[in-house]
């Protein structure tokens, strides 16, 4: 892979190229579709983050072992699927992760049921001694300093810590109100310096906007809503967990909080192709943007620990595969009679025009 894309640095074989772009200056689509496709790219990760998945020493090896493990205990939101493991009991062959029916992230409640101990999110609002030892209780097979050094780090740097935390306070001043929540939207820069491709370190303030509310006013659908308690009486929406919308940036960020330690938006419904001569640039597609996140690039411009993360890589890759053809069924769902018109329309005219048509030979 000696070719690297002039435009978002991806590393290709000759052959990749665009067939009609010559050899002398090739140029190829599947990254970046020559250009069009400008998200800025990933982050380096922090050191210790960065040691743990190159090295080779014990903590280095017992943390790629068990990656998904330490996710799943650091994150903010929870991943709900069906996971089936029969295809990893017969054979030997790497492990494999499959799922069958929908895949869903949920957000809890800012406070535990009584009856229940702190999880995710409700983690980050504790004294870090305490969700530690929370932590290690769930998993007691995992290295203590090495969730530490993680649980400290992502307080750090991760905006969404002081994010959750900011909810919290603001919930705090309101405690009769049962009604009141604070909706999550997630403003990514739209200015992402073109030439450097790189973000800035965002901000707490930058990366969400924190809309307080009784309950009354409308939300937008793509919003977290953050609450102190479950609040069943109300209905859907307002219970113990809420499901993530998939077109909300912070989607993957809040729950792969070790492949996107900086809480780095990822895909959403505002993004855009870059089209300047285009009076309505198209949307960019989940598949476009799976497929620029997946590229190999030279260390320097990007060490993308989507690529290094082991079982977490699989589960993160899948769950792009699942949200591109979830919305996928959705559109056809929702559109059914606009499809129906258009496709039984040709279909239609021809009996018209002759009864004894075959309509097989025109179309299915
Ligand atoms: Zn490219």
């Avoid at 210790?48 to 190159?54: E, P």
């Avoid at 072992?65 to 996971?83: D, E, H, P, W």
């Avoid at 403003?187 to 809309?211: F, I, S």
Wanted: proline share 6%; aromatic share 8%; with cysteine.
């Amino acid at each position: 892979m000696e070719y690297q894309c002039k435009y978002c640095g991806a590393l290709h074989w000759l052959n990749e190229k665009l067939e009609k772009s010559p050899k002398r200056d090739p140029q190829f689509s599947m990254c970046c579709k020559h250009g069009e496709v400008r998200i800025p790219l990933l982050m380096a990760p922090p050191n210790f983050l960065y040691r743990l998945l190159i090295s080779n020493d014990e903590q280095a090896k017992e943390f790629r072992a068990n990656i998904s493990q330490y996710n799943t205990a650091l994150a903010f939101t929870s991943v709900g699927v069906a996971v089936d493991d029969n295809v990893n009991r017969c054979g030997r062959g790497p492990p494999v992760f499959r799922i069958h029916g929908e895949l869903k992230h949920w957000a809890g409640t800012l406070l535990p049921k009584e009856s229940s101990s702190p999880a995710y999110a409700q983690l980050y609002i504790l004294d870090p001694r305490v969700a530690q030892q929370y932590r290690m209780q769930r998993n007691s097979n995992l290295r203590p300093e090495t969730m530490l050094a993680h649980q400290n780090l992502i307080r750090d740097i991760n905006p969404y810590a002081k994010v959750f935390q900011h909810a919290f306070e603001i919930l705090q001043e309101h405690p009769g109100a049962e009604d009141y929540s604070i909706s999550l939207r997630v403003m990514p820069g739209q200015d992402v310096g073109l030439n450097t491709h790189r973000y800035n370190l965002p901000t707490a303030d930058e990366v969400a906007v924190l809309v307080p509310g009784d309950g009354t006013q409308v939300v937008d659908s793509c919003d977290i809503i953050l609450r102190l308690h479950a609040n069943e009486s109300q209905g859907v929406g307002h219970g113990a967990l809420q499901r993530v919308n998939d077109g909300h940036a912070a989607y993957s960020s809040l729950h792969y909080v070790l492949l996107f330690p900086h809480g780095e938006p990822g895909w959403h419904w505002g993004l855009r192709l870059f089209q300047p001569n285009h009076e309505n640039p198209k949307r960019l597609s989940q598949t476009r943007y799976a497929a620029f996140r997946l590229q190999v690039r030279p260390h320097e411009k990007e060490f993308s620990i989507v690529l290094h993360a082991r079982r977490l890589s699989q589960r993160y890759i899948v769950d792009l595969w699942a949200s591109a053809d979830q919305n996928r069924l959705n559109y056809l769902r929702k559109n059914q009679t606009k499809l129906r018109a258009s496709l039984y329309g040709g279909l239609e005219d021809a009996l018209s025009r002759d009864v004894n048509v075959n309509l097989n030979d025109i179309g299915q």
